[in-house]
């Protein structure tokens, strides 16, 4: 008898044994190797969990009631995506903290992923600091620029308690005319290969042990850039007999493209919508003038360029205007030098398949 009851305890003891193996998280202990902890997680995830955790939703539609009951693996803001409007910093990781307590409420307690389009700084964040977009940033030759700009972005974005930056963009436009153009470094696939340090940048120094190929998580512009002495003087769109009347010196007239994002900025003939070109003839025509283009991309200018002394292609600059204005109180306004460092080359007429500097 007792050797019966022996038996029966072992075997209840075995029971209670694996039951408490079989309940032991693997997939949230740290120590645990990577693969092992994949394993186990996968074995205990429904199919419908495991749709949830492969799709992403734009945080517009998300509640932390959604996050916990669909298991869903990641949000994302796109352009223009935010908490409520001027949101700060503080606002954001409330708002990126509150999805992830629904999604760690969940049965299986899945963090997820927050990702956003931090294409050129963290752009959709109120007071973040605006870098020049890819466009501009091409023309610069300078990968170590780039790889500096990727880490001040990483730094914003983190402040929001974001782990995710969509970037970067590593688009090759060869025609202009397309929308998202200003997103490409160059039409050279080695001057966009060379600018992929923004990655390094973004995500920190590759570790050195880590295996190839694997992921790892790592005031007024020129009133501040002339002389104190100088006499300024704005005025949106004048016409020539204001210019005439006012003795100027010189003039800067800037014009650009409306503002766009993505394929609503597919342009067919790529010309400078007014009130730019009127500005151009009514200012130019009677002063020595610099002519700075905002834009994503070439547009043609060709037809203004007689009367314009000195032309800036100033692309997408950001919030960080104060180099451009530095830059233009350097030009020598009796000498044009020719363009060395436009990204995507300078069309002639918007029909063209070939394009000219």
């Given at each position: 008898m007792g050797k019966v009851s022996a038996i029966l305890v072992g075997l209840l003891l075995l029971c209670v044994l694996g039951e408490a193996v079989q309940n032991l998280e693997i997939y949230k202990d740290p120590t645990q190797p990577i693969y092992m902890r994949i394993k186990d997680l996968m074995g205990r995830m429904s199919l419908a969990e495991k749709i949830g955790q492969m799709t992403q939703i734009d945080r517009s539609v998300a509640t932390p009631e959604i996050m916990k009951e669909f298991s869903i693996g990641s949000l994302l803001s796109g352009g223009g995506s935010v908490p409520?409007?001027?949101?700060?910093?503080?606002?954001?990781?409330?708002?990126?903290?509150?999805?992830?307590?629904?999604?760690?409420?969940?049965?299986?307690?899945?963090?997820?992923?927050?990702?956003?389009?931090?294409?050129?700084?963290?752009?959709?964040?109120?007071?973040?600091?605006?870098?020049?977009?890819?466009?501009?940033?091409?023309?610069?030759?300078?990968?170590?620029?780039?790889?500096?700009?990727?880490?001040?972005?990483a730094l914003e974005v983190r402040a929001t308690g974001i782990?995710?930056?969509?970037?970067?963009?590593?688009?090759?436009?060869?025609?202009?005319?397309?929308?998202?153009?200003?997103e490409s470094y160059s039409e050279d696939p080695k001057i966009v290969k060379a600018m992929t340090t923004i990655i390094t940048?973004?995500?920190?120094?590759?570790?050195?042990?880590?295996?190839?190929?694997?992921?790892?998580?790592?005031?007024?512009?020129?009133?501040?850039?002339?002389d104190p002495s100088t006499e300024l003087v704005y005025r949106e769109n004048p016409d020539a007999e204001f210019v005439k009347s006012g003795n100027?010196?010189?003039?800067?007239?800037?014009?650009?493209?409306?503002?766009?994002?993505?394929?609503?900025?597919?342009?067919?003939?790529?010309?400078?919508?007014?009130?730019g070109p009127s500005t151009i003839t009514n200012v130019c025509g009677g002063i020595k003038c610099v002519v700075v283009v905002i834009s994503g991309r070439p547009l043609v200018i060709q037809p203004y360029l007689p009367s314009i002394s000195a032309l800036v292609a100033a692309w997408l600059p950001g919030s960080e205007g104060q180099?451009?204005?530095?830059?233009?109180?350097?030009?020598?306004?009796?000498?044009?030098?020719?363009?060395?460092?436009?990204?995507?080359?300078?069309?002639?007429?918007?029909s063209e398949d070939s394009f000219v500097c």
């Open positions: 409520l409007p001027q949101a700060t910093a503080e606002d954001w990781i409330h708002m990126v903290n509150d999805f992830q307590k629904g999604s760690l409420s969940s049965r299986l307690g899945i963090p997820m992923i927050y990702g956003i389009d931090a294409v050129h700084g963290h752009n959709s964040v109120y007071k973040a600091t605006i870098f020049p977009h890819n466009v501009g940033l091409g023309a610069t030759r300078d990968p170590e620029l780039v790889k500096r700009i990727g880490a001040a972005t782990q995710y930056a969509f970037a970067p963009c590593i688009a090759v436009c060869r025609d202009p005319r397309w929308g998202r153009c200003y940048g973004l995500q920190g120094e590759i570790p050195t042990n880590s295996r190839a190929g694997m992921p790892y998580v790592g005031g007024n512009a020129i009133s501040a850039a002339i100027f010196s010189y003039a800067i007239v800037v014009v650009g493209e409306h503002p766009y994002a993505e394929t609503a900025g597919d342009n067919s003939n790529l010309t400078i919508p007014e009130p180099g451009e204005a530095t830059s233009l109180f350097f030009l020598n306004f009796s000498v044009i030098a020719p363009a060395t460092a436009i990204a995507p080359p300078w069309s002639q007429s918007p």
